[in-house]
Protein backbone atom coordinates (compact mmCIF):
# COMPACT_ATOMS: atom_id res chain seq x y z
CA UNK A 1 0.00 0.00 0.00
CA UNK A 2 0.99 3.29 -0.60
CA UNK A 3 1.62 4.85 2.81
CA UNK A 4 3.38 1.38 3.34
CA UNK A 5 5.57 1.63 0.76
CA UNK A 6 6.10 5.49 1.97
CA UNK A 7 7.07 4.28 5.74
CA UNK A 8 9.46 1.98 4.53
CA UNK A 9 11.20 4.63 2.24
CA UNK A 10 10.89 6.44 4.81
CA UNK A 11 12.64 3.94 7.08
CA UNK A 12 15.44 3.34 4.64
CA UNK A 13 16.41 6.90 4.40
CA UNK A 14 16.15 7.43 7.86
CA UNK A 15 18.89 4.36 8.25
CA UNK A 16 20.99 5.46 5.67
CA UNK A 17 21.32 9.14 7.33
CA UNK A 18 22.25 6.86 10.53
CA UNK A 19 24.37 4.76 8.42
CA UNK A 20 25.82 8.44 6.96
CA UNK A 21 26.10 9.56 10.46
CA UNK A 22 27.63 6.28 11.71
CA UNK A 23 30.56 6.16 8.77
CA UNK A 24 31.46 9.66 9.19
CA UNK A 25 32.17 9.39 13.56
CA UNK A 26 34.78 8.52 14.76
CA UNK A 27 37.07 11.74 13.99
CA UNK A 28 40.16 10.41 14.68
CA UNK A 29 43.31 12.48 14.14
CA UNK A 30 47.11 11.04 14.20
CA UNK A 31 49.67 13.71 14.43
CA UNK A 32 47.85 16.34 13.72
CA UNK A 33 50.50 18.99 12.87
CA UNK A 34 50.44 22.14 11.21
CA UNK A 35 53.79 24.15 11.20
CA UNK A 36 54.39 27.92 10.14
CA UNK A 37 57.37 29.69 9.91
CA UNK A 38 58.51 28.04 11.82
CA UNK A 39 56.37 28.18 14.63
CA UNK A 40 54.09 24.84 15.16
CA UNK A 41 50.58 26.09 15.83
CA UNK A 42 48.83 22.84 16.29
CA UNK A 43 51.04 20.49 17.85
CA UNK A 44 51.02 16.43 17.24
CA UNK A 45 47.23 16.43 18.04
CA UNK A 46 45.73 13.07 18.50
CA UNK A 47 42.24 13.33 19.31
CA UNK A 48 39.42 10.81 18.94
CA UNK A 49 35.53 12.12 18.59
CA UNK A 50 33.79 9.24 18.70
CA UNK A 51 30.06 10.17 19.75
CA UNK A 52 27.69 12.85 18.36
CA UNK A 53 28.06 14.74 21.90
CA UNK A 54 28.26 18.81 21.43
CA UNK A 55 32.52 19.67 21.46
CA UNK A 56 33.75 22.43 23.05
CA UNK A 57 36.76 23.13 21.93
CA UNK A 58 38.61 25.75 24.33
CA UNK A 59 42.30 27.51 25.19
CA UNK A 60 43.55 30.77 25.46
CA UNK A 61 44.18 32.79 22.23
CA UNK A 62 46.34 31.50 20.04
CA UNK A 63 45.87 28.42 21.30
CA UNK A 64 45.35 26.92 18.12
CA UNK A 65 41.35 26.29 18.30
CA UNK A 66 40.26 27.94 15.04
CA UNK A 67 43.07 25.93 13.12
CA UNK A 68 41.91 22.78 14.20
CA UNK A 69 38.55 23.19 13.40
CA UNK A 70 39.87 24.11 10.04
CA UNK A 71 42.28 21.41 10.03
CA UNK A 72 39.31 18.77 10.74
CA UNK A 73 37.17 20.30 7.77
CA UNK A 74 39.34 20.23 5.46
CA UNK A 75 40.03 24.03 5.03
CA UNK A 76 43.83 23.84 5.41
CA UNK A 77 46.09 20.80 5.11
CA UNK A 78 48.14 20.01 7.66
CA UNK A 79 51.89 20.10 7.53
CA UNK A 80 51.36 16.36 9.14
CA UNK A 81 49.53 13.91 10.83
CA UNK A 82 45.92 12.62 8.99
CA UNK A 83 42.46 12.96 9.96
CA UNK A 84 40.03 10.11 9.24
CA UNK A 85 36.29 10.66 9.49
CA UNK A 86 34.71 7.23 9.81
CA UNK A 87 38.12 5.51 9.04
CA UNK A 88 38.43 7.35 5.71
CA UNK A 89 40.66 10.19 4.23
CA UNK A 90 38.84 13.89 4.69
CA UNK A 91 37.93 14.63 0.74
CA UNK A 92 35.49 16.33 -0.58
CA UNK A 93 32.72 13.92 -0.19
CA UNK A 94 33.49 13.72 3.44
CA UNK A 95 33.17 17.44 3.79
CA UNK A 96 29.82 17.99 1.50
CA UNK A 97 28.70 16.07 5.11
CA UNK A 98 29.70 18.77 7.11
CA UNK A 99 29.12 22.74 7.60
CA UNK A 100 30.80 25.08 9.33
CA UNK A 101 30.02 28.69 10.51
CA UNK A 102 32.92 31.09 10.99
CA UNK A 103 33.27 33.85 13.42
CA UNK A 104 32.51 36.74 11.26
CA UNK A 105 29.95 35.12 8.66
CA UNK A 106 30.54 35.68 5.22
CA UNK A 107 27.18 36.78 3.52
CA UNK A 108 26.80 37.09 -0.29
CA UNK A 109 25.66 40.42 -1.75
CA UNK A 110 22.38 39.34 -1.89
CA UNK A 111 19.45 38.70 -0.46
CA UNK A 112 18.38 36.83 2.84
CA UNK A 113 16.73 34.47 0.73
CA UNK A 114 18.81 34.22 -2.40
CA UNK A 115 21.50 33.17 0.76
CA UNK A 116 19.97 30.45 1.09
CA UNK A 117 19.25 29.70 -2.14
CA UNK A 118 22.76 29.75 -3.05
CA UNK A 119 23.28 26.58 -0.89
CA UNK A 120 19.88 24.90 -1.82
CA UNK A 121 20.10 23.14 -5.29
CA UNK A 122 18.11 22.10 -7.26
CA UNK A 123 15.46 25.09 -7.45
CA UNK A 124 11.97 24.27 -7.10
CA UNK A 125 9.17 24.80 -5.20
CA UNK A 126 10.34 22.13 -2.69
CA UNK A 127 13.77 24.28 -2.35
CA UNK A 128 11.40 27.23 -1.59
CA UNK A 129 9.46 25.64 1.20
CA UNK A 130 12.94 24.14 2.36
CA UNK A 131 14.44 27.70 2.28
CA UNK A 132 11.18 29.34 4.24
CA UNK A 133 11.37 26.81 7.05
CA UNK A 134 15.29 27.09 7.48
CA UNK A 135 14.13 31.31 7.71
CA UNK A 136 11.69 30.68 10.15
CA UNK A 137 13.98 28.51 12.19
CA UNK A 138 16.05 31.45 12.70
CA UNK A 139 13.52 33.47 12.66
CA UNK A 140 14.17 35.57 9.57
CA UNK A 141 11.51 35.13 7.40
CA UNK A 142 9.99 38.48 7.88
CA UNK A 143 13.12 39.73 6.40
CA UNK A 144 13.56 37.13 3.70
CA UNK A 145 13.69 39.68 0.61
CA UNK A 146 16.06 42.71 2.63
CA UNK A 147 19.93 42.52 1.90
CA UNK A 148 21.69 40.11 3.92
CA UNK A 149 24.49 42.46 4.46
CA UNK A 150 21.92 45.30 6.13
CA UNK A 151 21.43 42.90 8.64
CA UNK A 152 22.20 43.33 11.73
CA UNK A 153 25.45 41.24 13.42
CA UNK A 154 23.36 38.67 15.17
CA UNK A 155 20.71 38.47 12.38
CA UNK A 156 23.69 37.78 10.05
CA UNK A 157 25.16 34.84 11.99
CA UNK A 158 21.58 33.27 12.32
CA UNK A 159 20.98 33.69 8.64
CA UNK A 160 24.87 32.01 8.18
CA UNK A 161 23.72 29.34 10.46
CA UNK A 162 20.58 28.90 8.24
CA UNK A 163 22.61 28.42 5.06
CA UNK A 164 24.92 26.32 6.64
CA UNK A 165 21.73 24.01 7.52
CA UNK A 166 20.82 23.94 4.57
CA UNK A 167 22.98 21.50 3.36
CA UNK A 168 21.56 19.61 6.27
CA UNK A 169 24.81 18.46 7.49
CA UNK A 170 25.97 15.49 10.20
CA UNK A 171 28.88 17.46 11.51
CA UNK A 172 28.64 20.91 12.05
CA UNK A 173 31.67 22.97 12.98
CA UNK A 174 31.18 26.45 14.36
CA UNK A 175 34.27 28.85 15.26
CA UNK A 176 32.74 31.36 17.54
CA UNK A 177 29.70 32.15 16.31
CA UNK A 178 28.28 34.62 19.24
CA UNK A 179 31.70 36.36 19.38
CA UNK A 180 30.71 40.09 19.91
CA UNK A 181 27.46 39.41 19.63
CA UNK A 182 24.68 41.11 22.73
CA UNK A 183 23.38 38.44 24.78
CA UNK A 184 19.61 38.23 23.28
CA UNK A 185 21.91 37.26 20.16
CA UNK A 186 23.61 34.77 21.80
CA UNK A 187 20.96 33.09 23.15
CA UNK A 188 18.78 32.76 20.05
CA UNK A 189 21.74 31.25 18.58
CA UNK A 190 22.77 28.81 21.14
CA UNK A 191 19.44 27.45 21.35
CA UNK A 192 19.16 27.09 17.32
CA UNK A 193 22.37 25.23 17.85
CA UNK A 194 21.21 22.98 20.70
CA UNK A 195 17.76 22.09 18.31
CA UNK A 196 20.60 20.86 15.98
CA UNK A 197 22.15 19.02 18.69
CA UNK A 198 18.44 17.81 19.75
CA UNK A 199 18.25 15.98 16.18
CA UNK A 200 21.69 13.54 15.71
CA UNK A 201 23.87 16.40 14.60
CA UNK A 202 27.73 16.11 15.80
CA UNK A 203 28.79 19.84 16.67
CA UNK A 204 31.99 21.04 17.38
CA UNK A 205 32.29 24.62 19.10
CA UNK A 206 34.58 26.95 19.63
CA UNK A 207 34.26 29.27 21.96
CA UNK A 208 35.99 32.00 24.51
CA UNK A 209 33.27 32.57 26.55
CA UNK A 210 33.84 29.66 29.78
CA UNK A 211 29.54 30.23 30.54
CA UNK A 212 28.33 29.34 27.08
CA UNK A 213 30.69 26.16 26.83
CA UNK A 214 29.55 25.60 30.72
CA UNK A 215 25.97 26.03 28.93
CA UNK A 216 26.44 23.63 25.50
CA UNK A 217 29.37 21.46 25.73
CA UNK A 218 29.16 17.82 26.50
CA UNK A 219 32.66 17.38 26.36
CA UNK A 220 35.52 19.68 26.44
CA UNK A 221 38.85 19.78 24.47
CA UNK A 222 40.94 21.84 26.17
CA UNK A 223 43.98 22.91 23.65
CA UNK A 224 47.32 24.98 24.76
CA UNK A 225 50.23 26.74 22.71
CA UNK A 226 48.80 24.12 19.79
CA UNK A 227 49.08 21.03 21.92
CA UNK A 228 46.01 18.75 23.03
CA UNK A 229 45.74 19.02 27.04
CA UNK A 230 42.76 18.00 28.02
CA UNK A 231 39.66 15.98 26.53
CA UNK A 232 37.14 14.89 28.87
CA UNK A 233 33.75 15.00 30.07
CA UNK A 234 32.34 18.65 30.27
CA UNK A 235 31.60 18.05 33.77
CA UNK A 236 34.45 16.65 34.57
CA UNK A 237 36.71 19.48 33.14
CA UNK A 238 35.28 22.28 34.84
CA UNK A 239 35.12 21.02 38.11
CA UNK A 240 38.02 19.13 38.21
CA UNK A 241 40.73 20.06 35.44
CA UNK A 242 43.41 17.67 34.80
CA UNK A 243 46.41 20.53 33.92
CA UNK A 244 47.82 23.40 35.37
CA UNK A 245 47.12 24.76 32.16
CA UNK A 246 43.24 24.57 32.35
CA UNK A 247 42.98 25.60 36.04
CA UNK A 248 44.62 28.84 35.47
CA UNK A 249 42.83 29.31 31.78
CA UNK A 250 39.48 28.46 34.05
CA UNK A 251 40.52 31.01 37.10
CA UNK A 252 40.31 33.19 34.69
CA UNK A 253 44.04 33.90 34.58
CA UNK A 254 45.35 34.86 31.17
CA UNK A 255 47.41 31.30 29.71
CA UNK A 256 49.59 32.29 26.66
CA UNK B 1 40.32 78.52 -40.40
CA UNK B 2 37.88 79.42 -37.88
CA UNK B 3 38.33 81.42 -35.29
CA UNK B 4 37.30 79.33 -31.65
CA UNK B 5 34.36 81.34 -30.66
CA UNK B 6 33.39 80.98 -34.32
CA UNK B 7 33.34 77.57 -34.06
CA UNK B 8 32.59 76.92 -30.90
CA UNK B 9 28.87 78.75 -31.70
CA UNK B 10 28.35 76.74 -34.85
CA UNK B 11 28.99 73.29 -33.17
CA UNK B 12 26.54 73.73 -30.67
CA UNK B 13 24.33 74.53 -33.74
CA UNK B 14 25.25 71.51 -35.21
CA UNK B 15 24.07 69.76 -32.03
CA UNK B 16 21.20 71.59 -31.47
CA UNK B 17 20.15 70.55 -35.03
CA UNK B 18 19.92 67.45 -34.72
CA UNK B 19 22.87 67.20 -37.97
CA UNK B 20 21.85 64.30 -39.54
CA UNK B 21 25.89 63.31 -40.26
CA UNK B 22 26.31 63.95 -36.91
CA UNK B 23 24.29 61.58 -35.61
CA UNK B 24 25.05 58.89 -38.19
CA UNK B 25 28.98 59.02 -36.80
CA UNK B 26 27.61 59.44 -33.24
CA UNK B 27 25.41 56.54 -33.90
CA UNK B 28 27.96 54.07 -35.82
CA UNK B 29 30.51 55.06 -32.60
CA UNK B 30 28.27 53.93 -30.18
CA UNK B 31 27.39 50.74 -32.00
CA UNK B 32 31.26 49.80 -32.54
CA UNK B 33 32.53 50.76 -28.80
CA UNK B 34 29.42 49.34 -27.35
CA UNK B 35 29.32 45.74 -29.60
CA UNK B 36 33.53 46.40 -28.54
CA UNK B 37 32.64 46.53 -24.71
CA UNK B 38 30.01 43.77 -24.95
CA UNK B 39 32.45 41.21 -26.70
CA UNK B 40 35.35 41.83 -24.20
CA UNK B 41 32.81 41.62 -21.20
CA UNK B 42 31.92 38.17 -22.35
CA UNK B 43 35.47 37.13 -23.32
CA UNK B 44 37.55 39.00 -20.38
CA UNK B 45 34.95 38.82 -17.23
CA UNK B 46 35.08 35.37 -17.07
CA UNK B 47 38.84 34.96 -17.85
CA UNK B 48 39.50 37.44 -15.34
CA UNK B 49 37.31 35.50 -13.20
CA UNK B 50 39.01 31.86 -13.78
CA UNK B 51 42.56 33.67 -13.18
CA UNK B 52 41.29 34.88 -9.80
CA UNK B 53 40.50 31.69 -8.68
CA UNK B 54 43.12 29.48 -10.25
CA UNK B 55 46.55 28.56 -9.21
CA UNK B 56 48.74 27.09 -11.89
CA UNK B 57 52.75 27.27 -12.56
CA UNK B 58 53.50 30.35 -14.72
CA UNK B 59 49.90 32.19 -13.32
CA UNK B 60 52.27 35.47 -12.60
CA UNK B 61 54.00 35.37 -15.60
CA UNK B 62 50.16 35.68 -17.17
CA UNK B 63 49.14 38.07 -14.67
CA UNK B 64 52.23 40.21 -15.72
CA UNK B 65 51.45 39.43 -19.61
CA UNK B 66 47.70 40.51 -18.98
CA UNK B 67 48.73 43.33 -17.07
CA UNK B 68 51.28 44.49 -19.87
CA UNK B 69 48.33 43.98 -22.59
CA UNK B 70 46.39 47.06 -21.01
CA UNK B 71 48.76 49.22 -22.38
CA UNK B 72 48.91 47.81 -25.72
CA UNK B 73 49.29 50.80 -28.53
CA UNK B 74 45.91 51.30 -30.46
CA UNK B 75 48.20 51.50 -33.84
CA UNK B 76 49.59 48.56 -33.09
CA UNK B 77 46.56 46.47 -32.55
CA UNK B 78 45.58 48.50 -35.74
CA UNK B 79 48.22 47.04 -38.03
CA UNK B 80 47.66 43.68 -37.18
CA UNK B 81 44.16 43.41 -37.58
CA UNK B 82 44.52 45.34 -41.49
CA UNK B 83 47.22 42.53 -41.58
CA UNK B 84 44.95 39.99 -41.04
CA UNK B 85 41.81 41.33 -42.76
CA UNK B 86 43.79 42.44 -46.09
CA UNK B 87 43.54 40.84 -48.87
CA UNK B 88 46.97 38.95 -48.72
CA UNK B 89 46.12 38.16 -44.87
CA UNK B 90 44.88 34.70 -43.55
CA UNK B 91 41.56 36.54 -42.83
CA UNK B 92 41.75 38.10 -46.03
CA UNK B 93 38.78 36.10 -47.27
CA UNK B 94 35.88 37.10 -44.99
CA UNK B 95 36.07 40.48 -46.19
CA UNK B 96 36.19 42.65 -43.22
CA UNK B 97 38.70 45.61 -43.90
CA UNK B 98 37.04 48.73 -43.76
CA UNK B 99 34.17 48.18 -42.24
CA UNK B 100 32.47 48.06 -38.64
CA UNK B 101 33.16 44.55 -37.99
CA UNK B 102 36.82 44.88 -38.33
CA UNK B 103 36.64 48.57 -36.54
CA UNK B 104 34.96 46.28 -33.54
CA UNK B 105 37.48 43.64 -34.10
CA UNK B 106 39.94 46.07 -33.13
CA UNK B 107 38.66 47.90 -30.53
CA UNK B 108 37.12 44.02 -28.53
CA UNK B 109 41.49 43.34 -28.94
CA UNK B 110 42.49 46.50 -27.63
CA UNK B 111 39.68 46.68 -24.12
CA UNK B 112 39.84 42.60 -23.58
CA UNK B 113 43.27 43.22 -21.35
CA UNK B 114 41.73 46.04 -19.79
CA UNK B 115 38.38 44.14 -18.87
CA UNK B 116 40.54 40.85 -17.66
CA UNK B 117 43.06 42.50 -15.98
CA UNK B 118 40.97 44.68 -14.00
CA UNK B 119 38.02 42.45 -13.52
CA UNK B 120 40.94 39.95 -11.94
CA UNK B 121 42.37 41.88 -9.57
CA UNK B 122 38.68 42.78 -8.30
CA UNK B 123 37.27 39.18 -8.11
CA UNK B 124 40.23 38.36 -6.65
CA UNK B 125 39.91 40.55 -3.42
CA UNK B 126 36.13 39.39 -3.56
CA UNK B 127 37.42 35.72 -3.66
CA UNK B 128 39.82 35.87 -0.69
CA UNK B 129 36.63 37.24 1.21
CA UNK B 130 33.92 34.46 -0.02
CA UNK B 131 37.21 31.63 -0.86
CA UNK B 132 36.92 29.78 2.85
CA UNK B 133 33.02 29.55 2.89
CA UNK B 134 33.05 28.68 -0.64
CA UNK B 135 35.08 25.75 -0.13
CA UNK B 136 33.80 24.72 3.30
CA UNK B 137 30.22 24.25 0.60
CA UNK B 138 32.81 22.29 -1.54
CA UNK B 139 32.15 24.31 -4.38
CA UNK B 140 33.27 23.32 -8.11
CA UNK B 141 34.90 26.11 -9.81
CA UNK B 142 32.45 27.01 -12.22
CA UNK B 143 29.96 27.74 -9.43
CA UNK B 144 32.79 30.23 -7.41
CA UNK B 145 33.39 31.67 -10.92
CA UNK B 146 29.94 32.62 -11.23
CA UNK B 147 29.07 32.96 -7.79
CA UNK B 148 31.78 35.89 -7.84
CA UNK B 149 30.65 37.36 -11.21
CA UNK B 150 27.25 37.87 -10.02
CA UNK B 151 27.99 39.31 -6.37
CA UNK B 152 30.99 41.49 -8.09
CA UNK B 153 28.48 42.70 -10.63
CA UNK B 154 28.13 46.35 -9.30
CA UNK B 155 31.84 47.12 -9.28
CA UNK B 156 32.20 45.16 -12.84
CA UNK B 157 29.99 47.87 -14.47
CA UNK B 158 32.92 49.85 -13.67
CA UNK B 159 35.33 47.95 -15.36
CA UNK B 160 33.09 47.54 -18.09
CA UNK B 161 33.18 51.56 -18.39
CA UNK B 162 36.88 51.44 -18.51
CA UNK B 163 36.77 49.24 -21.09
CA UNK B 164 34.33 51.33 -23.09
CA UNK B 165 35.93 54.94 -22.42
CA UNK B 166 38.96 53.36 -23.96
CA UNK B 167 37.03 52.11 -26.80
CA UNK B 168 35.11 55.06 -27.45
CA UNK B 169 38.03 57.44 -27.26
CA UNK B 170 40.53 55.46 -29.64
CA UNK B 171 41.63 56.56 -32.97
CA UNK B 172 44.85 55.03 -33.94
CA UNK B 173 43.40 51.28 -34.48
CA UNK B 174 39.81 52.14 -36.10
CA UNK B 175 41.29 54.75 -38.83
CA UNK B 176 44.14 52.01 -40.10
CA UNK B 177 41.31 48.66 -39.94
CA UNK B 178 38.30 51.21 -40.45
CA UNK B 179 39.66 53.95 -43.09
CA UNK B 180 37.34 56.38 -42.25
CA UNK B 181 35.25 55.97 -44.58
CA UNK B 182 32.02 58.52 -44.89
CA UNK B 183 28.61 57.16 -44.09
CA UNK B 184 30.50 53.39 -43.75
CA UNK B 185 33.38 53.94 -40.83
CA UNK B 186 33.42 57.51 -39.84
CA UNK B 187 33.30 57.58 -36.38
CA UNK B 188 33.84 59.74 -33.66
CA UNK B 189 37.19 60.18 -33.17
CA UNK B 190 38.17 59.41 -36.59
CA UNK B 191 35.99 62.48 -37.62
CA UNK B 192 37.67 64.62 -35.27
CA UNK B 193 40.75 63.88 -36.77
CA UNK B 194 39.59 64.43 -40.13
CA UNK B 195 38.23 67.70 -39.62
CA UNK B 196 40.56 69.13 -37.27
CA UNK B 197 43.23 68.47 -39.84
CA UNK B 198 40.58 69.93 -42.79
CA UNK B 199 40.41 73.02 -40.33
CA UNK B 200 36.55 72.84 -39.72
CA UNK B 201 36.79 73.15 -36.39
CA UNK B 202 32.85 73.00 -35.80
CA UNK B 203 32.04 69.30 -36.34
CA UNK B 204 35.46 68.70 -34.68
CA UNK B 205 33.89 70.56 -31.51
CA UNK B 206 30.66 69.40 -31.97
CA UNK B 207 32.03 65.81 -31.92
CA UNK B 208 34.28 66.41 -29.22
CA UNK B 209 31.50 67.86 -27.05
CA UNK B 210 29.38 64.65 -27.35
CA UNK B 211 32.44 62.36 -26.69
CA UNK B 212 32.70 64.41 -23.52
CA UNK B 213 28.84 64.48 -23.01
CA UNK B 214 28.66 60.65 -23.45
CA UNK B 215 31.47 59.92 -20.91
CA UNK B 216 29.79 62.06 -18.60
CA UNK B 217 26.37 60.39 -18.64
CA UNK B 218 27.74 57.07 -18.62
CA UNK B 219 30.04 57.52 -15.58
CA UNK B 220 27.14 59.07 -14.04
CA UNK B 221 24.62 56.25 -14.76
CA UNK B 222 26.94 53.94 -13.22
CA UNK B 223 27.66 55.92 -10.61
CA UNK B 224 24.26 56.25 -9.46
CA UNK B 225 23.67 52.49 -10.19
CA UNK B 226 27.13 51.42 -7.76
CA UNK B 227 25.99 54.25 -4.93
CA UNK B 228 22.62 52.37 -5.04
CA UNK B 229 23.77 48.91 -4.86
CA UNK B 230 25.89 50.24 -2.19
CA UNK B 231 22.87 51.40 -0.05
CA UNK B 232 21.56 48.25 -0.55
CA UNK B 233 24.91 46.49 1.10
CA UNK B 234 25.34 44.70 -2.30
CA UNK B 235 28.25 46.01 -3.82
Not at chain 1, 31 to 37: C, D, F, P, Q
Not at chain 2, 172 to 193: E, P, S, W
Request: proline share 4%; with cysteine; net charge positive.
Amino acid sequence: MPSDIASFIGVLRSDSRADCRRTLLPLQTEGLTLVSAGKRLVDSIDLTLASDKLTAVLGPTGAGKSLLLRLLHGLISPTAGTVLWGGAPLNDAVRRRQAMVFQKPVLLRRSVAANVDFVLRPKGTAARERRDALLADVGLLERARQPARLLSGGEQQRLALARALAVEPEVFFLDEPTASLDPASVLMIEEIVAKVRRRGTKVVLVTHDQAQARRMAEEVVFLHRGRLLEHSPAERFFSAPQSDAAEAYLAGRIVL
Amino acid sequence: MQDFGGAFHLALQLVASGNADLLEIVGLSLRVSLAAMAFSCVIGLPLGAVLAVSRFPGRGAALVALNALMGLPPVVVGLIVYLNFSRAGPLGWLGLLYTPTAMIVAQTILITPIIAALSRQLLEDLHGEYAEQFRSLCLPKQRVIGALLWDGRYSLLTVALAGFGRAVAEVGAVIIVGGNIDHLTRVMTTAIALETSKGDLALALALGFILLVIALAINALVMTLRLTAQRYAYA
